[in-house]
């Protein structure tokens, strides 16, 4: 009877250490769904984290032979819990590895020798798990095997790919499937966030592969949404800003007609001509990008990190070097191979941003109007969040803030909170106003790219975003 005992216990304690085994190997690896193949054992140079880290293609053509490049991070703490992101960048044709996860909103900034990796003590991974996308085929390192697809991109193409990028994507990972789910992006990514999010609504009335995204809302920062308006704004903001002469100023208002605003050809010739003025009143050593940063000086900033010394240049405590680090770092041979990237051996280096000579995108797509697009998104209850850094002069809040009252005009939305600041750390992060579920806000002395300037007001406001808490008002 003893012995029997015995041995029905012993058999209960070899399962439950192998349902233990079990439990803890998928806590390691890949009884979530997560592709083994993907994992990321160690980018060279990076500090320690407790956070898995995957990077790869998913085939978004099988026919063309197209597949688009992506480096997802867990959020670094109870990952299973928090939602999930993805982050486009813009251009056309600008790298979100490069750019969002690299330089602005990922766990890890390259250090000042571009041979590491140093921690982002703001990273969105901290409230978040972060999926970052190089979109269209011909950014980064996402190819095609089919040489008229860097000929013939544009919005819709861009969108259908993106789209059929998620559905793969979920494949690889099914636990995130059922998780909230947010559409984030900036610049351009005005105009491809909300036509993926277009997408995802409309297969979601009808879904084919047996789940529904549970896309909870869309954030725009500094985005491309109505180029009338948002090319207006430039030159407005830049005499506002002591940039340009009166002179030239009213010489642009006179002759630019900008509601007639086309690039291929449809710019006037006395309105080129007064807007090539006004850039060289500006002066060559000014960055669109933020007004109030000093220039990285690239050929000597080249020059010492072929000496091996540290290349790290501040300004107002931000390294305007970090875009040539970035490149730097991700053309090694070793960083590629950590990321299970360039598996195609690609015939240029790797920039942020693609030169015309690799991707054609059609110069047509900037005309659109996407204001009926972020309309019906706010139709169908998405939670809407557009900012603005206040310091870009490529796409001023200025030319945004005139987009939004626009559409809170166009559907007769009012307001729930009044324009005001809001905070960080008791000190004025920006200004705000929503209209329910609508909200605009700018980012005080940030950049057109908000979390590389401004990377703890970029996490208040994202934060924010996603939790659907207001934003902080001032304490007495």
Same mark, same amino acid.
């Given at each position: 009877?003893?012995?029997?005992?015995?041995?029905?216990?012993?058999?209960?304690?070899?399962?439950?250490?192998?349902?233990?085994?079990?439990?803890?190997?998928?806590?390691?690896?890949?009884?979530?769904?997560?592709?083994?193949?993907?994992?990321?054992?160690?980018?060279?140079?990076?500090?320690?984290?407790?956070?898995?880290?995957?990077?790869?293609?998913?085939?978004?053509?099988?026919?063309?032979?197209?597949?688009?490049?992506?480096?997802?991070?867990?959020?670094?703490?109870?990952?299973?819990?928090?939602?999930?992101?993805?982050?486009?960048?813009?251009?056309?044709?600008?790298?979100?590895?490069?750019?969002?996860?690299?330089?602005?909103?990922?766990?890890?900034?390259?250090?000042?020798?571009?041979?590491?990796?140093?921690?982002?003590?703001?990273?969105?991974?901290?409230?978040?798990?972060?999926?970052?996308?190089?979109?269209?085929?011909?950014?980064?390192?996402?190819?095609?095997?089919?040489?008229?697809?860097?000929?013939?991109?544009?919005?819709?193409?861009?969108?259908?790919?993106?789209?059929?990028?998620?559905?793969?994507?979920?494949?690889?990972?099914?636990?995130?499937?059922?998780?909230?789910?947010? &559409?984030?992006? #900036?610049? +351009?990514?005005?105009?491809?966030?909300? =036509?993926? /999010?277009?997408?995802?609504?409309?297969? @979601?009335? %009808?879904?084919?592969?047996?789940?529904?995204?549970?896309?909870?809302?869309?954030?725009?920062?500094?985005?491309?949404?109505?180029?009338?308006?948002?090319?207006?704004?430039?030159?407005?903001?830049?005499?506002?800003?002591?940039?340009?002469?009166?002179?030239?100023?009213?010489?642009?208002?006179?002759?630019?007609?900008?509601?007639?605003?086309?690039?291929?050809?449809?710019?006037?010739?006395?309105?080129?001509?007064?807007?090539?003025?006004?850039?060289?009143?500006?002066?060559?050593?000014?960055?669109?990008?933020?007004?109030?940063?000093?220039?990285?000086?690239?050929?000597?900033?080249?020059?010492?990190?072929?000496?091996?010394?540290?290349?790290?240049?501040?300004?107002?405590?931000?390294?305007?070097?970090?875009? &040539?680090?970035? #490149?730097? +770092?991700?053309?090694?041979?070793?960083? =590629?191979? /950590?990321?299970?990237?360039?598996?195609? @051996?690609? %015939?240029?280096?790797?920039?942020?941003?693609?030169?015309?000579?690799?991707?054609?995108?059609?110069?047509?797509?900037?005309?659109?109007?996407?204001?009926?697009?972020?309309?019906?998104?706010?139709?169908?209850?998405?939670?809407?969040?557009?900012?603005?850094?206040?310091?870009?002069?490529?796409?001023?809040?200025?030319?945004?803030?005139?987009?939004?009252?626009?559409?809170?005009?166009?559907?007769?939305?009012?307001?729930?909170?009044?324009?005001?600041?809001?905070?960080?750390?008791?000190?004025?992060?920006?200004?705000?106003?929503?209209?329910?579920?609508?909200?605009?806000?700018?980012?005080?002395?940030?950049?057109?790219?908000?979390?590389?300037?401004?990377?703890?007001?970029?996490?208040?406001?994202?934060?924010?975003?996603?939790?659907?808490?207001?934003?902080?008002?001032?304490?007495?």
């Amino acid at each position: 009877m003893a012995s029997s005992m015995n041995s029905s216990l012993f058999r209960y304690v070899r399962v439950l250490w192998t349902i233990l085994a079990l439990l803890m190997a998928c806590s390691l690896s890949t009884c979530g769904g997560a592709p083994e193949s993907d994992l990321i054992t160690r980018l060279p140079g990076q500090p320690d984290v407790d956070f898995r880290q995957y990077s790869g293609y998913v085939t978004v053509d099988v026919d063309h032979g197209r597949a688009l490049f992506y480096y997802f991070v867990e959020a670094e703490h109870d990952s299973q819990e928090k939602p999930l992101i993805l982050w486009l960048n813009g251009g056309p044709g600008c790298s979100s590895v490069a750019g969002g996860a690299f330089t602005e909103l990922g766990p890890f900034f390259p250090n000042g020798y571009a041979d590491g990796l140093v921690k982002n003590q703001h990273s969105w991974n901290k409230v978040a798990n972060l999926l970052f996308l190089e979109s269209p085929a011909g950014v980064g390192w996402s190819y095609s095997n089919t040489t008229s697809d860097y000929l013939s991109a544009t919005d819709d193409s861009t969108a259908r790919d993106n789209m059929m990028f998620l559905l793969n994507w979920f494949e690889k990972f099914p636990e995130y499937k059922s998780r909230e789910f947010f &559409l984030t992006g #900036e610049s +351009y990514a005005g105009h491809y966030i909300p =036509q993926l /999010a277009q997408l995802v609504l409309k297969y @979601n009335e %009808n879904p084919t592969r047996g789940f529904s995204f549970n896309l909870i809302g869309v954030a725009l920062g500094n985005p491309l949404i109505r180029l009338r308006v948002d090319a207006a704004a430039v030159y407005t903001y830049m005499w506002s800003h002591g940039m340009i002469s009166d002179k030239t100023y009213k010489a642009i208002t006179r002759t630019c007609d900008f509601t007639q605003f086309e690039l291929t050809g449809g710019i006037p010739e006395e309105c080129n001509e007064h807007m090539s003025a006004a850039y060289d009143e500006q002066g060559p050593f000014i960055n669109d990008y933020d007004v109030f940063l000093d220039v990285c000086l690239p050929g000597v900033a080249e020059q010492e990190l072929r000496l091996k010394k540290k290349i790290t240049r501040r300004s107002l405590g931000v390294d305007v070097c970090i875009v &040539l680090e970035m #490149e730097t +770092y991700l053309n090694k041979p070793e960083v =590629q191979k /950590a990321l299970h990237a360039n598996t195609t @051996n690609l %015939n240029h280096s790797y920039k942020q941003c693609s030169s015309s000579d690799v991707l054609h995108y059609s110069l047509s797509n900037y005309t659109l109007d996407i204001l009926p697009t972020i309309g019906e998104l706010i139709r169908h209850d998405l939670r809407i969040l557009v900012y603005s850094g206040d310091a870009d002069q490529v796409v001023p809040f200025i030319g945004t803030r005139t987009n939004i009252n626009d559409l809170a005009k166009s559907l007769k939305l009012k307001p729930t909170v009044d324009y005001t600041a809001w905070y960080h750390q008791k000190q004025v992060a920006g200004w705000t106003k929503s209209y329910g579920n609508l909200t605009f806000a700018t980012v005080r002395a940030a950049a057109h790219m908000v979390p590389y300037s401004q990377p703890a007001r970029a996490l208040t406001l994202f934060t924010s975003f996603v939790t659907g808490k207001p934003l902080v008002k001032p304490v007495d």
